[in-house]
């Protein structure tokens, strides 16, 4: 009889097992260790920070320390990595993974001591938001990307300014900044996890509004304090108000234990966001209401006005990638996800926070 009793003891345990997963849907698992590893990660509020530790060292730190480098780094930084993704047309997942560790890069930066041995490294490439970009995006793309950009190609797009050896000694400064965790995980990572679970036509109509509107929170020093779940959730949850997406038609699939108490404030702050850059009243009407028929919305959006976020028209089409635009590209790097290309977005100003040039196939960032 005992021989008997163990594999039935194991058939039960995985009749409930399985059916804990249909219950919670096939993307459960998936969705919970994504989620725990962005609880588990240390990025934070950089810029809280930087700020922090520039006033506590403001009577002896000298002005190239990474903690009074890191606000301007940020924000250059970002622009150059999003103009790089137009560029070589990269996924979603690629570019935010790489926002996310230029994020850790800078915090972790302000608290380096000047005793490390590595201080000199990292405090100059702190400062030089360009090629820290760079190099963010080349290690992201060893993860992220099927083909990853050649070194010798990327010299040319930057006019020589930065030789081979350059950018693998910032790769080398970063890595050990950050002490080799380059577990990143981005709001559209879990966004998509999310999407997964909820109805193929509802999925059709707000996936590129949610990419969107994770651009613009990822663009915003004001979204850095929400973890990157609540960045998800508030991102598919304007999506749908721009879609007159009933509450009821996207509740269920974002699961109860994903939800936290900031997601409202999150929620409230990148409503504000996508109103500066739209040049919205925030609370003013949302696009139409997306059509039955699974065809995407043909709502008309406001121009982009100035901001320290690009413009990103809510136009659903998909036409980006034709021949025309595909030619434009380096090396054509491509993945299965979509493209924060595809929403259109217009390069930001040329002032504080932007880099000249940078447009897709131009040859150069104009730095």
Known sequence: AGRWIRPTQAMASERDGRAARRARGHWGGELAEVVKCAAEDEVGDFLATAERCAAAGAAHLPEWHPAHAAVVSRSDGVDILFQVCECYKVGNETICSSVVLLDRFLARACLFSQDHPNFREVARLARDAPLLSL?????????????????????????????????????????????????????????????????????????QQVDCMVEVAYYSRQMLRFPATSVAVAAIRHAAERLNVPDDGFGDFIPAWVRAASDKEALATLRACFAAVHGEAVGAPPAEAAPEDGAPSSADSPEGHESEV??????????????????????????????????????????????????????????
Not at 168 to 183: H, K, P, Q
Not at 340 to 351: Q, Y
Request: hydrophobic share 40%.
């Open 135 to 207: 190099a963010c995006f080349l290690i992201m793309c060893k993860f992220r990307e099927r083909v990853c950009p050649l070194l010798v190609d990327l010299e040319a797009i930057c006019d020589g300014r930065w030789s081979v050896q350059d950018v693998r000694s910032a790769e080398a400064t970063i890595l050990v900044a950050v002490d080799w965790n380059l577990r990143c995980v981005s709001a559209v990572e879990i966004a998509n996890k999310i999407l997964a679970g909820a109805p193929a036509p509802l999925r059709t109509h707000i996936a």
């Open 310 to 367: 690009p413009s990103c028209p809510m136009d659903l089409d998909d036409g980006y990638e034709d021949e025309e635009h595909l030619g434009d590209s380096p090396t054509n790097v491509t993945d299965g996800y979509g493209r924060f290309s595809s929403c259109s977005c217009d390069a930001p100003d040329k002032g504080v926070g932007a880099v000249a040039g940078g447009s897709a196939g131009a040859g150069g960032w104009g730095v």
